[in-house]
């Protein structure tokens, strides 16, 4: 059985860093896409960065390029998210996916980020949270 469990997320003050971590259980990292996902109250989650693992290849948002920074470990069936130059519209669930489609790193390939429909497997989230 596939698992997620993100960790890492926190409150802090904008202009900080936090390093969000994903880490997979039931499934080897080697050749998947993982994708993190941002939903803030009121609004419709939001794709912020994406990896496909078996060359590292990564996405980003407009939003966050320059400032996050995706990456992995597969030897610790892990990715992580390095959040630096936070402000307080990056607050946030935020959520790893993954998915282990060749379709769907395809499509992270051409496309960039992907639909949060593209992903099978989630996990349960981690609060970020930024003051001004």
Avoid: H
């Avoid at 003050?13 to 080897?28: K, P």
């Avoid at 769907?104 to 390939?109: H, P, S, T, Y």
């Amino acid at each position: 059985q596939v698992q997620l469990v993100e960790s890492g997320g926190g409150s802090v003050q904008a202009g900080g860093s936090l390093r969000l971590s994903c880490t997979a259980s039931g499934f080897i990292y080697s050749r998947y896409c993982v994708g993190w996902f941002r939903q803030a109250p009121g609004k419709k989650r939001e794709g912020v960065a994406a990896i496909y693992t078996g060359n590292g290849s990564t996405y980003y948002a407009d939003s966050v390029k320059g400032r996050f920074t995706i990456s992995r470990d597969n030897a610790k069936n892990t990715v992580y998210l390095q959040m630096n130059s936070l402000k307080p519209d990056d607050t946030a669930m935020y959520y790893c996916a993954a998915d282990t489609s060749p379709v769907v790193a395809a499509r992270l390939e051409k496309m960039g980020l992907v639909p949060e429909t593209e992903y099978n497997y989630w996990g349960q989230g981690t609060q970020v949270t930024v003051s001004s």
